[in-house]
Structure formats: structure tokens, C-alpha cells
């Protein structure tokens, strides 16, 4: 009882007008086997339920079947959820205003690695001149277009490589529980907490 009241409590001071655009969730290896799908479908009901339009979630998990898993675990679930592996993306849910992208063992190195790669390619083939090459041209050939502004790991007291040069200027948060035993408070508390923040954004 006191523990609903206080989730209650704690999502009627989350400031609708004031969410985060994007919020990202780096998991530890193993965390999206078994019960870490459950709550995985329970992070897309918090989500929703608060408003929120964007979310990215990485685990450096690469098993061809967990993608399949996720794929079919999701199929019903109402928002646009994006898979990436490297070899390539999956779609799935049922749509909805909320877009999810998860990736699964493909890291912020590999991604900065390979646009790089893309755009030594276009110099080679005359494409792109080197000195045309600055930050927004880099950020054009990056997999993931979208920029944190909150980036929580769950359970951890590391952060990955995951969208190394996206997460620049975002807003970190480190939950005490792991993913198995993470609530929806523990995921409200974030969300307040980044809005409770003075964001100098690198300044």
C-alpha cells in the first residue's frame, strides 16, 4: 500500500512538460535472458505511462536467438521498436507514439569505427571532400541518430562504449538495483532526478 502510494507520488512530480527527449539504458551482459524480458515489457509500460517518446536500451549481448526472442516477446507491444544486431535491423510491435531502439552487442567503437570506414570510402571515390568532413557529417553516418539526454545504468557502476559520441553531453544516472529487481520508482526516481538537473551540456 505504502509502496503504491509513493510511486503515486513520485510520478505526479515527474514534470510532464520537461521530460527527457531521449532516455538510454545500458544493461549488463545476460540481463535481457529470461525474466529481464518481463521487465523489459514493464520499462515500455513505465514509459508510456509518463509520456515519454523515446527510449534506447544496449546490452552487449550478440546471440542470434536473443534477437528472435525479443522480436517475438514484443510483437504486441504498442510502440515502434527497432532491433539492431550487426547484421543488420529488425522491426517489431504494434506502433504507437513511443520509439524504442534496442541494441544488442553492437557498441559505440564499433559504430563510430564503421562511419568512419563509410566516409574514407566516399573520399576514395571522389564522393566527399576530407575537409568537408566536421561533426555533423560524422553524426549523419552513425547507426543511432538519437542523442541521450539521460543515460541510466541498471545495476552497474560502469558505463559501456554505447553511443560513445551521442552521450557526450548526457545527463548520467546509476541505479542501485540491478535490471531483475529494478521498479518502476527506481526508474521514476532517474527520470526526476535528470529533471531536478542544471544541464550545462559540456559548458
Known sequence: MIYCLYEHLLQARIAKNNL??????????????EDGLVRLSQLLEWSRSIGLT????????????????????????PAQISLH???????TGTGGPLKV??????????????AFRDLL???????????????????SHL????????????????????????AAYSELYFTDVNWQELRK????????DCQRRDRRFGR
Open 101 to 114: 531502439v534496442i541494441s544488442l552487442g553492437y557498441g559505440g567503437k564499433r559504430e563510430v569505427a564503421k
Open 185 to 192: 520508482i527506481d526508474f521514476l526516481r532517474a527520470i526526476r
Open 20 to 33: 527527457p527527449g531521449c532516455v538510454a539504458i545500458v544493461l549488463s551482459s545476460g540481463d535481457l535472458f
Open 85 to 91: 544486431t550487426a547484421e543488420g535491423i529488425e522491426q
Open 143 to 166: 547507426r543511432f541518430s538519437q542523442k541521450p539526454d539521460l543515460v541510466i545504468r541498471a545495476g552497474g557502476k560502469r558505463l559501456s562504449d554505447f553511443m560513445i559520441w551521442q
Open 54 to 77: 523515446s527510449l534506447i536500451l544496449y546490452v552487449n549481448d550478440d546471440e542470434p536467438m536473443l534477437c528472435r526472442k525479443i522480436a517475438s516477446f514484443l510483437a504486441a507491444v
Open 121 to 139: 570510402g566516399e573520399v576514395e571515390k571522389g564522393h566527399l571532400d576530407s575537409e568537408q568532413i566536421d561533426e555533423k557529417t560524422i553524426e
